[in-house]
């Protein structure tokens, strides 16, 4: 089993910068890859990033690309998504996943372990 922590949402304004935070703890060593997902009210859960947990390649949704970045730091366990130019659409609960195998990065139900989620506001 694995466990996902995140943390590092909140309210920022458009334009402004958040950094989350996903630290897995279990049986990291069977993990492959992680990502990030985020879902607003009523809106189905959509992808935003994804790392390999070995190599560290890392794949965007073009919704996100130049503006997030995914990244993970071995000696601390732990991945983050550095957002920022937030925008007012960028508000939803962020959520950290895990995959233990070679996966389709950008469908949900392929990942093995989720996170709580985080709530991310971006004011207009």
């Known amino acids: 089993q694995v466990q996902l922590v995140e943390s590092g949402g909140g309210l920022v304004q458009a334009g402004g910068s958040l950094r989350l935070s996903c630290a897995p703890s279990?049986?990291?060593?069977?993990?492959?890859?992680m990502g990030w997902f985020r879902q607003a009210p009523g809106r189905e859960r959509e992808f935003v990033a994804n790392?390999?947990?070995?190599?560290?390649?890392?794949y965007y949704a073009d919704s996100v690309k130049g503006r997030f970045t995914i990244s993970r730091d071995n000696a601390k366990n732990t991945v983050y998504l550095q957002m920022n130019s937030l925008r007012p659409e960028d508000t939803a609960v962020y959520y950290c996943?895990?995959?233990?195998?070679?996966?389709?990065?950008?469908?949900?139900?392929?990942?093995?372990?989720w996170g709580q989620g985080t709530q991310v506001t971006v004011s207009s």
């Open positions: 996943a895990a995959a233990n195998k070679a996966i389709a990065v950008t469908v949900a139900t392929l990942y093995n372990y």
């Open positions: 790392i390999r947990w070995s190599g560290g390649s890392t």
């Open positions: 279990g049986r990291t060593f069977s993990m492959y890859a």
